[in-house]
């Protein structure tokens, strides 16, 4: 149960294998969805040789992959107001523009924490 009337950050929480592959090659988009309000960016999960240039995001921002004190990584997926009502809340992470194969991506969840 999310707290009324705060703003949140969703964060997913992540690590990348040592044999990883395919991470690197394209930046990711993700999204995030609650009700009309919709905050997409785009992120490169894992930085190598194979990067290609951001280009123009256009209105997205490009997010940051984050080293956490644990041992995982975070980035955040976007945020939102919790009001009075109860709402869905969507989140998305795709590659879909490149036709490479991915693998070596850890998934320990996703966090919901205040904004300050």
């Not at 951001?54 to 107001?81: A, I, Q, T």
């Amino acid at each position: 149960m999310l707290t009324p009337n705060t703003t949140y950050g969703a964060y997913l929480i992540m690590k990348i294998s040592e044999r990883a592959y395919g991470l690197d090659l394209m930046a990711s988009e993700i999204t995030l969805e609650v009700g009309n309000h919709i905050c997409s960016s785009n992120v490169f999960l894992q930085h190598g040789e194979g990067s290609k240039e951001m280009g123009n995001l256009g209105n997205k921002k490009e997010g940051s992959v984050r080293e956490r004190e644990d041992g995982w990584m975070e980035v955040e997926l976007g945020e939102f107001y919790s009001g009075e009502k109860d709402e869905q809340v969507k989140m998305s992470l795709m590659e879909v523009k490149g036709c490479h194969l991915k693998g070596g991506l850890l998934i320990e969840g996703i966090e919901f924490r205040p904004k300050h």
